[in-house]
Every structure is written in C-alpha cells, then in structure tokens.
C-alpha cells in the first residue's frame, strides 16, 4: 500500500516538485551555498546545513523549508496521504536529482559528495 502511496505521489510531483522554491534554485545565493558543499538534501525533503552556516546562509536555508513544508502539506492534502510521506518522496526525488559534486545525506545520515555512480537512497524510495 505505502509503495502504491509513493508512486502516486511521485505522479503528482511532475513539474510543480518544489515549485516554491524555484525562484530560490535561481538565486546566485543557493547556487553558491549548494555548489561550495555548504548545504544538501536530505532524505526528508528538506535541505540541511553540511557544515555550520552563515548568518545568511542558515535564514535562506530556513525560509526555504518553511516554503517546501507548506508545499508539502498542501501536495499531501491533494494526494490524500500524510506531509511525512510527501516529503520523504521528495526528497528521494531530490537527491536522485542532486549533480555531480552536489551534496546529500544518505540515510545514515552521512553527508556525501554526489559523484557520477547513483547516490545511496533510502531503499524505501521509490
């Protein structure tokens, strides 16, 4: 049943994934802090600090995963499943998306350097 969730939900995903924080993605900031290691997606769908943060750096992260939560709640209202559940394929999504020399939490909770081989996902994504 969860994996038939999941699949739905990735369904609804399609372009709107992450819709609010789009405008973040094109912000020279979050390019920056993403592109130097600073921070990277975790498996719950949000974003998280690799190392400790600017000032900046954490109220930008901030504002975005308030952003990404009102999303999901919104998303997982349509889909009729939990927040939890909607984020959590997101972020599987995230980091599946995440480039070479991007970071991501594996879910060990270590960070990792994306590199060209898939990155080490939750094995309940889908």
Do not use: H
Request: proline content about 7%; aromatic content about 8%.
């Amino acid at each position: 049943m969860r994996k038939i969730m999941m699949t739905a939900i990735i369904a609804s995903l399609g372009v709107a994934t992450l819709a609010t924080t789009a405008s973040a993605q094109r912000d020279p900031a979050y390019q920056a802090a993403r592109s130097q290691g600073l921070i990277g997606e975790k498996p719950d769908g949000y974003l998280g600090f690799v190392t400790s943060p600017s000032a900046a750096i954490k109220a930008m992260v901030e504002d975005i995963n308030i952003k990404r939560k009102a999303f999901y709640i919104r998303k997982a209202s349509e889909n009729n499943v939990t927040p939890q559940d909607f984020a959590f394929t997101t972020g599987c999504d995230a980091i599946a998306r995440t480039a070479a020399g991007e970071k991501y939490q594996s879910p060990d909770g270590v960070w990792r350097t994306r590199t060209s081989e898939p990155p080490v996902r939750d094995p309940r994504c889908p």
